[in-house]
């Protein structure tokens, strides 16, 4: 029998705004763009209070709650956060499961003689959460991953649940059946019609009965149900692939910023390529074009090319997704543009190439590479970034107006 | 069109051109032969657009004329014949009927007027060329062309004359390289600004080289290398690219020289490059006083070494190969022993027969 805990930040992205801004504290925040296609990313619990919920469109959160403040968010402040209250979640287990950046499965199977009874361990790991980062996190811990995510549901806000083996029928049992994973609206509805509502009648529905109303997709869902859930935490999962995409607030026809845009996407692949160690050989380009197809579809267009040198390098990225961009021909505006690298390569441990395209210059840009990530590590991203045309213009003109005051 | 030919000079004449059809092509003729017949004899013809070939056989013709046929579908036909003479006539302008014994065949064409026509040697000035050197060059150096399609300057053999009548063959996939270069009994003016022939079309002259005892003729066409020899011409489109200039990165020097028995290497490379790592293959090569150490290692595997004894006496030098590109040089020489020159722990490595100074093969280190 395992032990697993679901540890889940609370209103995590409002939260870290409420702590960095006293302003914000107990009063309705709501993270997320503004604007007409803005979602709410987060929201904190004063706002949900007026029923506005993540993923919810930001005309609607306004309509609920017309008193709450937006803030637009700051995905590397979150992603930093993330990182440290990762730190502290491995201090317990190294078997960590990245869910997103704020939510994780630890399995803390054998570590009582160290930690001691699982439920004073999530303690401990809650008291050095909110101790070293101001942030709640509340937690579920059960012998399956399904149970463990549903207790740190019921146990928010800032609380924690534990669910014994011997407790996991009678916990689950009262649950409504659209709790379990891979239950939607349509498989709830069918079982419904049915007489089904709850976790406990899908868990003793006969197997044939199920078959006929979920195929055999129901089997699984009935196993689930009786708390029988095999999945194992699965700490690290290799990336195939490296990308980083936006979405517009406006429709984008003009190449130079979308060239601005993929430049910046590429620094950003290229810093994590180089972080973990490998290169890629293939650059793909994903753009979603502005003409719609029908509710919330748009064309979408990808281009790849397979270079014949693996890389790590922003400039090498940005320039070959540019020249996917000119290929691509674009003649309609553009809603979301992505840059992504794959065919991926350890860095170390790498063939040598006996005409690398200028290989010295390719080894002084990786060297330069390597001190602007220290850099960056050292006083924070985007410490030192490669200048563009259009900084390079702004620089220019300030460093004219200086003179013309001397 | 109606010919009789014997059963044996078809299937060869077929078993020749298999490799060069094309076969999942986008255009359908392309996968087919065509047959042209004319006083006395049958001329056979296939190509992809890059290679291509014509054969002339000898057959009894009784009305001369010209049909193609799908070229895979007819050599195992003609193989599975056991009759000694096959007989073809054009049936109707669709169909050509193929009998031999008492087995009868009709077979879909389509019609030879749609069939490409092929790079001829009017006007061509060709040189002479040993098939046994032709095929030797061969050797040496397909192995280490590159089969990936974004470096298609590298997808071939570069040929180029040099000084003193020799001609030199040179592959490179970028990470490895081979050249041999060898005299030749006249200078070969048109390979003098040096031309790349891809891997396909020197892989067909390689096959021609093993029919032909003696000597064979290679001349250019416009944009194809052409090799001739009686009753026989094969065309090979060139690439339109340039090589990259090899020379430079050739080593001109080198701090360490080994001479090791080339067998007993490649089969200490062989033994401890099962456990190197299924992606990398990479290898140590580690010298230490009077030895040379093969290293592999594989976190899922475990370690293996292998130590020969070897002239060296000079601090401890490690680096680090593919196992592969070592296995495949080695294997491409045939001198008992070889030359190992080594410069720095990341610079390339040059390998070449003990016995022969016109040949080598270098290859990049890997990095571990």
């Known amino acids: 029998m395992r032990t697993l805990a679901h540890a889940d930040m609370d209103a995590f992205f409002a939260s870290v705004e409420q702590r960095d801004d006293p302003r914000l504290r107990g009063r309705p925040v709501v993270v997320g763009g503004r604007s007409a296609r803005g979602v709410v990313a987060a929201a904190s619990y004063e706002a949900r209070r007026y029923g506005v919920r993540s993923a919810m469109p930001s005309v609607q959160a306004r309509k609920l709650c017309p008193d709450a403040v937006f803030v637009r968010g700051d995905m590397r402040k979150y992603a930093r956060e993330s990182g440290r209250i990762f730190e502290i979640f491995r201090r317990f287990t190294p078997l960590v499961e990245r869910l997103s950046l704020d939510e994780a499965f630890l399995d803390l199977t054998g570590t009582e003689r160290l930690l001691g009874p699982p439920d004073a361990a999530v303690e401990r790991l809650r008291r050095e959460v909110r101790a070293e980062t101001g942030l709640a996190v509340s937690a579920g811990v059960a012998p399956v991953k399904l149970v463990a995510k549903i207790a740190s549901d019921a146990a928010k806000p800032d609380g924690v649940l534990c669910v014994a083996p011997a407790q996991v029928r009678a916990f689950l049992d009262p649950l409504p059946v659209g709790r379990i994973w891979g239950i939607g609206p349509v498989a709830r509805a069918r079982l419904q019609a049915c007489g089904i509502e709850t976790i406990g009648e899908l868990a003793r529905c006969d197997d044939a009965r199920l078959r006929e109303l979920l195929g055999s997709w129901g089997l699984e869902a009935a196993r689930l149900a009786r708390g029988e859930d095999a999945r194992e935490v699965e700490p690290y999962r290799e990336p195939k692939s490296y990308g980083e995409e936006n979405t517009f607030a406006d429709d984008v026809s003009d190449p130079r910023r979308l060239e601005g845009v993929i430049r910046a996407h590429a620094e950003a692949v290229a810093r994590r390529l180089r972080r973990d160690g490998v290169r890629g050989r293939c650059v793909t380009l994903k753009l979603k074009l502005a003409r719609r197809l029908g509710a919330g579809r748009y064309p979408l267009r990808t281009r790849s090319t397979t270079r014949p040198l693996a890389t790590d390098d922003a400039a090498e990225i940005a320039s070959a997704a540019r020249e996917l961009l000119r290929r691509a021909g674009m003649d309609t505006p553009v809603r979301l543009v992505g840059v992504a690298v794959s065919r991926l390569e350890a860095a170390a441990d790498a063939q040598l190439d006996l005409f690398e395209a200028g290989s010295e210059a390719r080894g002084r840009r990786s060297r330069l590479n390597r001190v602007v990530d220290q850099i960056n590590q050292r006083f924070g991203e985007d410490s030192m970034v490669r200048a563009s045309a259009e900084s390079v213009e702004r620089a220019a003109l300030s460093l004219q107006i200086k003179r013309g005051r001397e | ?368």
């Open chain 2, 1 to 368: 069109m109606k010919l009789s030919i014997g059963r044996d000079v078809l299937l060869r004449g077929l078993g020749r051109i298999q490799a060069i059809v094309e076969r999942r092509g986008t255009l359908p003729i392309l996968a087919n032969v065509k047959m042209d017949a004319s006083d006395g004899k049958v001329v056979l013809s296939a190509t992809d657009l890059e290679v291509g070939i014509t054969a002339t056989h000898e057959a009894e013709v009784e009305t001369p004329g010209a049909v193609t046929l799908g070229a895979k579908k007819l050599f195992e036909i003609v193989r599975e014949l056991d009759g000694s003479e096959v007989a073809l006539h054009i049936d109707d302008a669709a169909r050509v009927s193929v009998q031999s014994g008492a087995a009868h065949f009709s077979l879909l064409s389509i019609s030879p007027q749609e069939y490409p026509s092929l790079p001829g040697d009017a006007g061509v000035g060709f040189v002479g060329l040993e098939s046994a050197l032709l095929a030797e060059m061969i050797d040496r150096t397909l192995y280490a062309t590159s089969t990936d399609e974004t470096r298609y300057n590298l997808n071939g053999v570069f040929m180029q004359a040099e000084a003193d009548q020799r001609v030199c063959f040179v592959a490179t996939d970028g990470h490895r390289l081979a050249k041999v270069s060898k005299s030749l009994p006249e200078p070969v003016e048109f390979l003098e600004g040096g031309i790349i022939v891809p891997r396909k079309g020197v892989a067909e002259i390689r096959k021609l080289c093993d029919e032909h005892d003696g000597p064979l003729e290679i001349g250019l066409g416009d944009g194809f290398l052409l090799l001739r020899s009686p009753g026989l011409l094969l065309s090979s489109r060139l690439v339109d690219g340039e090589f990259p200039n090899y020379r430079q990165i050739m080593p001109d020097d080198h701090s360490i020289r080994l001479v090791v028995p080339r067998e007993h290497l490649t089969h200490a490379v062989r033994r401890i490059a099962l456990v190197a790592p299924e992606r990398s293959r990479g290898f140590r090569f580690v010298l230490a006083d009077g030895q040379l150490e093969i290293q592999a290692s594989n976190p899922d595997l475990g370690e293996a070494r292998e130590t020969l004894s070897v002239d060296y006496s000079g601090e401890r030098f490690e680096t680090g190969f593919n196992a592969r590109y070592a296995l495949d040089l080695l294997g491409a020489m045939s001198a008992k022993e070889v030359v190992v020159e080594l410069k720095t722990e990341l610079a390339p490595a040059q390998f070449r027969p003990a016995d022969d100074p016109d040949e080598v093969a270098i290859i990049m280190p890997m990095r571990m």
